[in-house]
């Protein structure tokens, strides 16, 4: 089993719609979690971590399900602006900050 | 907050020549910092962590001697790759954590080898 996977899409939706990622992670040990996204030919970008008790900036809301070993994110109201990949990331324990990524969801935000 | 900054931003080098790609935390300081590489369309790929004032800790499969990375200040990591060859070709992406675990990334490095 990977340490982080994501189904890599591409999730095409309409502009307005609701849609939601999933990722899972193998450690369970992992204490911590994030969501970035890279947007075609460039870096990666810090789009929010991922608390226990979830948490919500604007319309995006992180989730983390421990016992089911997966975090989620949701995006509501979709904008065309929101097209990129999604990369979630979970902590490797005992490894110096190091992070590992999954492969990328990709969504496509349709007029 | 949390910029870093990368250079340069696009080289194209013939095969044979090394190549230095240098990352900076321009408003933090970063003990760590990590060196990545990603093929179009294809996920990052850690290549090492880069820990001021140590030896660079390098992930399997990755040459040591091929990638050398530099950490010679809190601030300052630099890649170098050696003996390029067209293979090397790729975008190389370098991050740093003011914080446990988040990571924020320079704007990466695209390298051409001819």
Request: glycine share 6%; hydrophobic share 30%.
């Amino acid at each position: 089993r990977k340490e982080v996977e994501q189904d890599p899409g591409p999730f095409n939706v309409p502009e307005g719609a609701t849609v939601a990622f999933n990722c899972t992670y193998s450690n369970s040990a992992s204490q911590s979690f994030f969501w970035y996204r890279q947007d075609c030919r460039k870096e990666p970008k810090l789009l929010m971590s991922v608390y226990s008790s979830g948490n919500e900036d604007g319309r995006f809301t992180a989730q983390l399900n421990r016992a089911s070993q997966y975090i989620s994110l949701l995006i509501r109201d979709s904008k065309l602006s929101d097209s990129a990949t999604y990369l979630c990331a979970v902590n490797s324990p005992g490894g110096y900050q190091k992070v590992t990524f999954g492969t990328g969801t990709k969504l496509q935000v349709i007029p | 907050g949390a910029v870093v900054s990368q250079h340069p931003s696009r080289v194209i080098c013939k095969s044979g020549t090394s190549v230095k790609i240098e990352c900076r935390s321009l408003d933090f300081q970063a003990t760590t910092m990590f060196w990545y590489r990603q093929f179009p369309k294809q996920s990052l790929m850690l290549m090492a962590t880069s820990n001021e004032g140590s030896k660079a800790t390098y992930e399997q499969g990755v040459e040591k001697d091929k990638f050398l990375i530099n950490h010679a200040s809190l601030t300052l990591s630099t890649l170098t790759v050696t003996s390029a060859h067209p293979e090397d070709s790729s975008f190389y992406i370098c991050s740093a954590s003011p914080l446990s675990y988040e990571q924020y990334f320079g704007p990466g490095t695209r390298l051409t080898v001819t």
